[in-house]
């Protein structure tokens, strides 16, 4: 029984390798190309990911490490009113007061630079930083009362300004609070994001297969038909001569 006869009977060899290999360098280009988008794709978000999950690394850092200098700052004003009457103790711990109130404020400014340049809406970074510069104020003006040479001074001192510290505290503790939600917030963005990444390249991964599976299959059924009809060509080129 005959087969029955095709149009692609028609085409000549030549043509017929020309189409099949046509295909093939499409078919090269088609996977190099979606090779290559992939990577630099996922280069790009890598690289993204990678500086946003260091931003947010660093501000709750920045943030945490406010809220650790803060409460030293409170223990040493503590320190100063306790042990203040000798003078190189009031002298030590005045100075430790200090510098830890350097340090916040270093903290927290840097924080609000983090926040700022990568999009991060903390309010509560402006708010914090007012308060804390207002206490300092309250602090020094509630040290003007104190005698060294009288140990009453210090109760009177700390009474006056009792309690001042705990607007900050909170504040400080709710800033360190939002900081973490937001970081934790734009993580499972990132991951869903990843996520319908993949989908999609798993999607476009079965094409690509699909198509090097449609090549095969048609390199396999262009070579069955050169070599069928290399016979006939072979024969009609001996009847010519």
């Known amino acids: 029984m005959k087969e029955p006869h095709t149009i692609f009977q028609d085409i000549s060899i030549r043509r017929k390798i020309i189409i099949s290999m046509g295909m093939l360098t499409m078919l090269i280009i088609v996977i190099g190309l979606y090779n290559f988008i992939v990577i630099l794709d996922f280069n790009q978000h890598f690289h993204k990911s990678v500086l946003e999950g260091r931003t947010m690394a660093n501000a709750i850092d920045t943030a945490r490490l406010s809220q650790v200098h803060f409460k030293k700052q409170v223990q040493e004003w503590k320190n100063i009113l306790l042990r203040g009457n000798d003078k190189d103790l009031f002298d030590k711990h005045l100075r430790a007061f200090n510098e830890e109130e350097q340090k916040v404020n270093g903290y927290l400014k840097s924080l609000s630079q983090i926040a700022s340049s990568s999009g991060m809406p903390i309010p509560q970074i402006a708010d914090v930083i007012k308060v804390h510069e207002k206490l300092g104020h309250q602090y020094r003006e509630a040290l003007k009362k104190y005698k060294q040479s009288d140990l009453k001074s210090a109760v009177l001192v700390d009474k006056s300004i009792r309690g001042i510290d ?28 990843a996520k319908t990444r993949l989908e999609a390249y798993q999607i476009l991964s079965f094409f690509i297969l699909f198509l090097v599976i449609a090549s095969v299959g048609f390199g396999i059924f262009n070579a069955r038909s050169i070599t069928k009809d290399l016979p006939s060509e072979e024969n009609g080129n001996s009847t010519k001569k």
């Open 166 to 193: 705990r607007q900050m505290t909170d504040d400080i503790d709710t800033m360190v609070v939002t900081i973490i939600n937001l970081s934790e917030k734009r993580l499972k963005e990132m991951e869903a994001t």
